[in-house]
């Protein structure tokens, strides 16, 4: 059996590598130094709470500097991240390898894919929710869907039956793009005003004006962008979302909030950066980006 090395013990990629390794599949976890590495020695394995019960999973980790051939790669870490995350292991990467990428908003997974023509590279775009309650403890937060996908080839692999054996809600997408431009469309509609206002998604409902007028630029960029599907009913969707999640912090809120670099690169810079490539004139969007970067400049935080 081909074994799946995870890179990015966060807590979506904690999540993949335990449901995997409780059905059996051969799994390696590659962190990124080596007091990670003696930290997760010392938990004794990653530990998995899922509808109030907990499993603790002895799970094999390894450095990136590890020799052992590579031959399947879910990269689970932020988007910002990618790119230098696969190049620490690229001598280890196997002939026609394949890569997952996990990544949110879009940019990170093409940059691999030109660096590594030799892997197959398969987005990933996932609605699945975990969090972290500590070092190598993570939490199955809430059932969801992953769709994966590959731009350059609609033929699903032969092993999606190992996601199923490992109770991996997944669906291959032939059209993979217009899900990760729609889910983009969606975080650039809500995540940024949720820190320029500071509050919960349901808070933006007072802001519904400025919250449609993103929609409507963001539709026109879709179109522009030759995905008209993940432009259609955009803003009810966006108004459903805000709504379902209205006691929620958006990730974006939560990394500001806790000082960290935020993904806005991959998320608003890619939507405005593909406007600018078109000729396109958003000025809503562009002013939130620019109230964005101010922000985040005030805060001490990178742009970028």
Request: with cysteine.
């Amino acid at each position: 059996m081909t074994t799946w090395h995870v890179l990015g013990a966060g807590s979506l990629g904690s999540l993949w590598a335990a449901r995997l390794a409780r059905a059996g599949a051969p799994v390696r976890l590659i962190l990124r130094n080596p007091e990670r590495l003696a930290a997760y020695q010392a938990a004794g394995g990653l530990r998995l709470s899922e509808g109030g019960e907990a499993q603790r999973l002895a799970i094999p980790a390894e450095l990136a500097a590890a020799t052992t051939p590579i031959t399947r790669l879910l990269v689970a870490c932020k988007a910002y991240d990618a790119e230098a995350a696969v190049a620490s292991v690229a001598a280890r990467l196997a002939p026609r390898c394949d890569i997952l990428l996990l990544q949110n908003g879009l940019g990170s997974q093409q940059a691999v894919a030109r660096r590594w023509p030799q892997a197959r590279c398969i987005f990933v775009s996932s609605t699945e929710g975990a969090y972290r309650q500590g070092d190598f403890d993570v939490v199955f937060a809430g059932q969801g869907q992953n769709w994966l996908g590959d731009p350059q080839d609609p033929t699903p692999p032969d092993w999606l039956a190992t996601l199923s054996a490992a109770g991996i809600a997944h669906q291959w997408s032939e059209d993979i793009l217009a899900r990760l431009w729609r889910k983009l469309a969606l975080n650039c509609a809500i995540n940024p005003l949720t820190v320029l206002y500071d509050c919960r998604n349901g808070a933006l409902l007072a802001h519904r004006a400025q919250v449609l007028a993103l929609c409507d630029e963001l539709a026109v960029l879709l179109r522009a962008c030759g995905q008209p599907e993940a432009a259609t009913g955009l803003a009810d969707e966006v108004l459903r979302v805000i709504e379902a999640t209205a006691a929620n912090y958006s990730s974006m809120h939560q990394d500001v909030a806790r000082g960290q670099r935020t993904e806005i690169a991959y998320l608003l810079g890619h939507a405005c950066a593909s406007a600018a490539r078109l000729g396109l004139q958003l000025p809503a969007l562009a002013a939130v980006q620019q109230r964005l970067h101010a922000e985040l400049l005030r805060r001490g935080l990178p742009v970028d």
